[in-house]
């Protein structure tokens, strides 16, 4: 089956004409955050008042390389006094600028396809902090009961060992320790960890060569450049810190030479065999775009030699993937390394759990088309919606990549609210050098760290509107008087008459901006493909996959 047979025909539904600045929602229905579930109030009240930020805005998510007064020993000490969980699993490593979450959910869907329990720790979550920890064999979110249980078992033992440390414990170091206890207490047989922004001050980086089966280092990008050191050398070397003595690292990429070489060097020093997930010995295609268990999906073949042995050498043909892009058919290839690396160590894996896992990976807002049921409960009925938490240059060229390799002939209208420590600029210029846009609503959504991390919706159209200039792109902005004369004194099909000039709205109100969107979306395209994509960070697309959970 086709993916177009997904995607609900767009009709034109204005009957009549609206002007813009009067138009009012179809219905009441707002967007709104998710409420975290009422057993847990008790530790997340607990997490959340130990969250700390620095003056920048950035924050301490601490026990990051954010965090300047980040001490590993204060982590060492926590873990001894919660009876050093990391003892009693053997885990793998994951750091890197993009492709954690994504690597992460392959190779712990791999391991389980096989029968082994798993525990997963990654960051953030997009509706609930349960999210962060998946245990067992079904790799579901620990349940509220179980963790609630837990965290009033070790309160205790937390409060103790804050006092110890002159109240330096942070949210992402008690976060990963009550990790590490949960998958001790669940008697995980290995557990896959994502750092955070970094990797050697990092609070999960307290595990020792002993407790490692292997380390992961997807990509490296200049994100989070203040926090890291400021050159993508000083962000290198700040992932290559989760690299132990003696045990082998895969190196996603590809890289740029000099970060190949800064990596491998680390790699060198620690006598730790390098597996490469972007060599000759990884030759991977996308073959065409269908469906696979009801979702979007590319299918792909995937052959991967590591050396001339069986277990190192795998061959995957018409592997289906339901992450699209060639982004993630990467981050398959890096999990698939990895298995085979395990299974080298003498890990149980066959190449049929391999396919299994990977074709059983979804995760939310990762170039997410929505279904027409949940588009209606949105109120934007009839329209074709993809949600991507891209955020950073490079990510908005893989989600463009991505949607023109889905649907070439789309028309595109986008909804966007950004963290202040982005660089908006870069991503402004790579949508608008990309497809054609017919609309960019810039908006606000509350990103974690509080009202000083979320950028405004004027200061993001801003940026559009320079980024437009740079370009030599036309764009109709609602700073300029012929917007106000067409919008405010005409109406929403007076689009039309705009001669297809991008236009470029402030709208502080997500609610409001996804229906403008979409509104002049289908009054643009009538008969053809248009898709709403709403993007620029995972807080945005959390929020509205949160109204779809209300």
Known sequence: MKIRKLIVSQRSTLTHRKPLSNFQLESKQCLSSYTEEPELEGFSQFIDSLKNYEKSGVPKDAGTDSDDGFDLGRMKRLMTRLGNPL??????????????????????????????????????????????????????PVSSNALNCLFHSIKRSLNEAIVLENGCLSHFEVLTAVAFALFAQENVDIAIIEAGLGGARDA???????????????????????????????????????????????????????????????????????????????????????TFKGRPSQCCDLVIELDHGSQSSIELCDLNLSMLGTHQLQNAVTATCAALCLRNQGWRISNGSIRAGLENTFLPGRSQFLTSKEAQKLGLSGSTVLVDGAHTKDSAKALLETIQTTFPDSRLAIVVAMASDKDHLAFAREFLSGKQLEAVFLTEA??????????????????????????????????????????????????????????VAA????????????????????????????TGSLHIVSLVLASLNR
């Open 87 to 140: 003892s009693n699993f053997k885990s793998v490593h994951i750091a890197g600028t993009k492709g954690k979450g994504s690597t992460a959910a392959y190779l712990s869907n791999i391991l389980r396809s096989e029968g082994y329990s798993v525990g997963c720790y990654t960051s953030p979550h997009m509706l609930s902090i349960r999210e962060r920890m998946s245990v067992g064999k079904m790799g579901k």
């Open 204 to 290: 999960t980086n307290v595990i020792s060569s002993s407790e490692l089966d292997a380390s992961i280092i997807t990509t490296i990008g200049e994100e989070h450049l203040a926090a890291l050191g400021g050159s993508l050398e000083s962000i290198a070397m700040a992932k290559a810190g989760i690299i132990k003595h003696g045990r082998p690292v895969i190196l996603g990429g590809p890289f740029l030479p000099h970060i190949d070489r800064i990596l491998r060097d680390r790699a060198s020093s620690m006598f730790s065999p390098i597996v490469s997930a972007s060599d000759a010995g990884a030759r991977t295609s996308i073959k065409g775009i269908g």
């Open 446 to 503: 509350d990103i974690a760290g509080g009202t000083s991390r979320t950028t405004s919706a004027t200061a993001l159209r801003d940026c559009w509107i320079q980024a437009s200039r740079e370009l030599g792109i036309e764009v109709l902005h609602n700073r300029m008087t012929r917007y106000r004369e067409l919008f405010e004194d005409n109406f929403i099909s007076s689009t039309r008459d705009s001669k297809h000039e991008t236009i």
């Open 507 to 534: 709208q502080n109100s997500l609610s409001d901006s996804l229906r403008f969107a979409n509104q002049i979306l289908r009054e643009r395209t009538r008969n053809e493909l248009g898709i709403l994509v709403v």
